[in-house]
T-cell receptor, first 109, second 118 residues
Framework: EDQVTQSPEALRLQEGESSSLNCSYT??????LFWYRQDPGKGPEFLFT???AGEEKEKERLKATLTKKESFLHITAPKPEDSATYLC??????????FGPGTRLSVLP | DAMVIQNPRYQVTQFGKPVTLSCSQT?????MYWYQQKSSQAPKLLFH???????NEADTPDNFQSRRPNTSFCFLDIRSPGLGDAAMYLC?????????????????FGQGTRLTVV
């Protein structure tokens, strides 16, 4: 069965304290791996798509990487406005998106 | 400009009273999805349309129905809402990820409709 897990469930960082969020996936043939940011009470906002192991994408303080079994979202020198839930989703070939439960990130000033 | 628009943002309905949520898109995407998301949980796919073809998830209750009258609009109908149906309902669109050779398969979400059942 296709499955996506994320860790940690929640993460509290001080402003400027870099860290990484993990997304582990087990799918029958990965078509793409997606990262989203979700603010409370809002819909997920698309961040990145990764298609193959070794691929990296960057946007401001965020960098996403992909291996054959997991993806990492690295946050460098986070700011309070980076506080949100970060969702990852795997897209298996011929299937629909499989979402993980998310990591709730809090960045304290 | 918003590309996937959901209305209303907040909906309060009475137990058992039918309710309809709406979604529109300006992306001209083939696929439209409806997800249910409860607090601190992953979005759960209810069903999706690939063009006019309706695809229901096996565990989606019969209480939930959907209509897609044209490419731009999709509706979620909850025939007899129960207290357990209170959730955030998310509409999303994408190109056709099921096609092997299609690129840019990411899904774009609306802002969601928060449904409260009283």
């Amino acid at each position: 069965e296709d499955q996506v897990t994320q860790s940690p469930e929640a993460l509290r960082l001080q402003e400027g304290e870099s860290s990484s969020l993990n997304c582990s996936y087990t799918v029958s043939g990965l078509r793409g791996l997606f990262w989203y940011r979700q603010d409370p009470g809002k819909g997920p906002e698309f961040l990145f798509t990764l298609y193959s192991a070794g691929e990296e994408k960057e946007k401001e303080r965020l960098k996403a990487t992909l291996t054959k079994k997991e993806s990492f979202l690295h946050i460098t020198a986070p700011k309070p406005e980076d506080s949100a839930t970060y969702l990852c989703a795997a897209l298996p070939y011929g299937q629909n998106f499989v979402f993980g439960p998310g990591t709730r990130l809090s960045v304290l000033p | 400009d918003a590309m996937v628009i959901q209305n209303p943002r907040y909906q309060v309905t009475q137990f058992g009273k039918p309710v309809t949520l709406s979604c529109s898109q300006t992306l001209n995407h083939n696929v439209m999805y409806w997800y249910q998301q409860k607090s601190s949980q992953a979005p759960k796919l209810l069903f999706h349309y690939y063009d006019k073809d309706f695809n229901n998830e096996a565990d989606t209750p019969d209480n939930f129905q959907s209509r897609r009258p044209n490419t731009s609009f999709c509706f979620l109908d909850i025939r007899s809402p129960g207290l357990g149906d209170a959730a955030m309902y998310l509409c999303a669109t994408s190109r056709a990820p099921m096609l092997v050779n299609s690129l840019n398969t990411e899904a774009f979400f609306g802002q969601g409709t928060r449904l409260t059942v009283v």
